[in-house]
């Protein structure tokens, strides 16, 4: 059973930072390009950031460039997002998302809140 469990939410103020992380376990981790999604209330999910299965390409939302960087780690297994230099637009659920390179599978975690706010 595939499982991504994120963790690192929380209340952050205006200007600070967040690291997120996503464990993934039960599928071939090296195997999955690996996405930060967010979904802030009332607002479509959007793509906050990716990375390649073995890391060394990545992409960003133009509203986070600059200030979040996605890495990974395979032995571990897990997924991470560094969130600097917090905007409140920033408040949203941030979602764990795994998908193969092999076929098209894809899997989502539950998700962890981040909260901007004084």
């Known amino acids: 059973q595939v499982q991504l469990v994120e963790s690192g939410g929380g209340l952050v103020q205006p200007g600070g930072s967040l690291r997120l992380s996503c464990v993934a376990s039960?599928?071939?981790?090296?195997?999955?390009?690996m996405a930060w999604y967010r979904q802030a209330p009332g607002k479509e999910r959007e793509l906050v950031a990716g990375?390649?299965?073995?890391?060394?390409?990545?992409d960003y939302a133009a509203s986070v460039k600059g200030r979040f960087t996605i890495s990974r780690d395979n032995a571990k297994t897990t997924a991470y997002l560094q969130m600097n230099s917090r905007k409140a637009a920033g408040t949203a659920v941030y979602l764990c998302n795994a998908r193969s390179r092999d076929t098209s599978q894809a899997y989502w975690g539950r998700g962890t809140q981040v909260t901007v706010s004084e």
């Open positions: 990375i390649s299965s073995f890391g060394p390409f990545t």
């Open positions: 039960g599928l071939t981790f090296s195997r999955y390009k």
